[in-house]
């Protein structure tokens, strides 16, 4: 099973709500990624989880909140975005990156954020 | 630094024709080399990846691409496309040594498949 399922598929929300993305793998990965994608443009890394542990945050602004609750799932919280922040929003997943690679990500289909 | 150069932001071919999408990078090191493919509203999907030793690797779909040290490059091609290969394709680049293993993405190659 080479599966990332990502929920919802679909997110419309203003600009003073709060909303969560998830993120979801059993592939017993223990790398966990964030993207954001604009469109026509290539994934944008937002954040890294290695074993549970925040490892790379890409200067991401602190409206977007990632958190890892274990190691098969994966949230993003969001909170007072900007329309500039509607994009597709994919999670990955990759084996273990501390014992060496190259270990390819599986993404998950993505949910659509709009902010209006 | 790493980085990735996929030339021609758009191609478009007939059905039943080869296709060669071009990819260029620039590491230090050896590199870890990835083509990921993305069809309309969804996420990425892994078609091949090239590691060490053979050049030639081959792929899903028929797809396959050929790692050249000396030029650089990993071009991807598929003898024969069919019209379910129009979609986004990347070439990604990673290394254990720069940026933590994190993946470098070229800008993309629409492929149009025309019948």
């Known amino acids: 099973d080479t599966e990332v399922t990502q929920t919802p598929k679909h997110l419309v929300m203003g600009m003073t709500n709060k909303k969560s993305l998830k993120c979801e793998q059993h592939?017993?990965?223990?790398?966990m990624y964030w993207y954001k994608q604009k469109a026509k443009k290539p994934p944008e890394l937002m954040f890294v989880?290695?074993?549970?542990?925040?490892?790379i945050n890409e200067s991401v602004p602190s409206r977007f909140s990632p958190e890892c609750p274990n190691s098969s799932l994966l949230n993003l919280h969001l909170h007072a975005l900007q329309p500039e922040d509607s994009a597709l929003y994919l999670c990955?997943?990759?084996?273990?990156?501390?014992?060496?690679?190259?270990?390819?990500?599986?993404f998950g289909p993505g949910t659509r954020l709009t902010v209006t | 630094a790493q980085s990735v150069t996929q030339l021609g932001s758009h191609v478009s071919v007939s059905e039943g024709a080869l296709v060669l999408l071009r990819c260029n990078y620039s590491?230090?090191?050896?590199?870890?080399l990835f083509w990921y493919v993305q069809y309309p509203n969804q996420g990425l999907q892994l078609l091949l990846k090239?590691?060490?030793?053979?050049?030639l690797v081959k792929g899903i779909n028929g797809f396959e691409a050929e790692f050249n040290k000396s030029q650089t490059s990993f071009h991807l091609r598929k003898p024969s496309v069919h019209i379910s290969d129009t979609a986004e394709y990347f070439c990604?680049?990673?290394?254990?040594?720069?940026?933590?293993?994190?993946?470098?993405f070229g800008q993309g190659t629409e492929l149009s498949v025309k019948p």
């Open positions: 592939m017993g990965h223990r790398a």
């Open positions: 989880y290695s074993y549970e542990k925040l490892s």
């Open positions: 590491s230090s090191v050896p590199p870890y």
């Open positions: 990955a997943s990759s084996q273990d990156r501390v014992r060496g690679g190259p270990y390819e990500q599986y």
């Open positions: 990604a680049v990673s290394d254990l040594y720069n940026q933590g293993g994190k993946l470098i």
């Open positions: 090239y590691t060490t030793g053979a050049t």
